[in-house]
């Protein structure tokens, strides 16, 4: 199969009701919505992806490589335009995460996977180690406590380094203490994409742009997803009940809908709403460096970790490009239809460059005025609010919710990128017992 978008999709399966190249014309092959008042067709596939951002395409491409046939549905008009395009694309190393979680544990192996995998398809990506800095004699205990989480967790390499040291590495950088990690790095995350969806595509998989999965029922142990066109959706009014254009019934559901996928799993009639989390959004904000030919620094750059974040830090990219970001801005009130439609505010308020002066200033003093740019933004699907600490991964599968076939993913931000390939490979493991 080949990609495809819902015009192609939909004009393949959402036939004339007389038609019986794909959708006979039995009753059999109708199903109601959950209002009992419209008919949609039905459609019986292998396996259903949703969303294609790095996490769904990599797991769709594991899939796909285990023999499953695999259709990724994503509302967007191409993959990977929410979190997977709108992040730092720094490989972590695993340091900052409890050990043995989710986090811990994927970080870790999905390192290791993205490197090989990088290297052996030609993946822009460059392990060019971090300094996470302590500023302040206070912080110092703090940097020696990652340091052991990072050793618990596998991380090889680190190494604690006086200030004189780091600044040495990195003149100029100013700090009391660093934490040397060379095993992390950079990586071009569209080039990654990319290159997963191409394998993916070669092993069968069908991408279906601009198609969204607006929610879904049980019957008995089958699935049923109610699609509708992205288009559709612009024009709802947000109250009157909302009918699938096309109902498919997988075999396998992987809810990988990134910043919708709560409100997606809500809307799944059957599914026990009790074990959904709620999600809290957190935007950050990223501005770039200019009127410098040459960047101030080798290595990626990061303060000790914040509330809601790991610190507005420093970034290159494989250009060449300086970035600093992101901060932490809490946001509410994103119904599930602009969730669905990726309908954030991603736009970055110079104001906003106030704070980062401050904050950058720390660890790089000779910042000048008028030399940050706003960049681009993202959103956080985090899984804790303010003040509330980091929150695991959440990866739901029957054990959880009772329902065969279906893995929900929530709260899959950083390390997210880093630990795609493990997460994939963890899915692809569990639904192939």
Known sequence: MKSTTTTTLFRRLMMPRNSTKIIASSSSNRCSSTSGSVESPKERVDCVVIGAGVVGIAVARELALKGREVLVI?????????????????????????????????????????????????VPHKQIGKLIVATGSSEIPKLNGLMNRGIENGVTGLRMMDGYEAMRMEPELRCMKALFSPASGIVDTHSLMLSLMGEAESHGTTFSYNTTVIGGHLEGNNIYLHISGSKALESWDGRSPLHPELILVPKLVVNSAGLSAPALAKRFNGLITGVVPVYNYARGCYFTLSNTKIPPFKHLIYPMPEDGGIGVHVTLDLNGQVKFGPDVEWIAGIDDISSFQNKFDYSVCADRAKRFYQEIRKYYPSLKDGSLEPGYAGIR?????????????????????????????????SPGLTSSMAIAEHIADRLSK
């Open 74 to 122: 994503e509302s967007a008009s191409t993959f990977g335009t929410g979190t997977s395009s709108r992040n730092s694309e720094v490989i972590h190393a695993g340091i900052y995460y409890p050990p043995k979680s989710l986090k811990a544990v994927f970080c870790v192996r999905g390192r290791e996977l993205l490197y090989k995998y990088c290297k052996e398809h030609d």
């Open 381 to 413: 699907p985090k899984l804790s609010g303010p003040k509330q600490g980091s929150v695991d991964f959440v990866i739901q599968g029957e054990e959880t919710h009772g329902v065969p076939g279906l893995v929900n993913l929530f709260g899959i931000e």
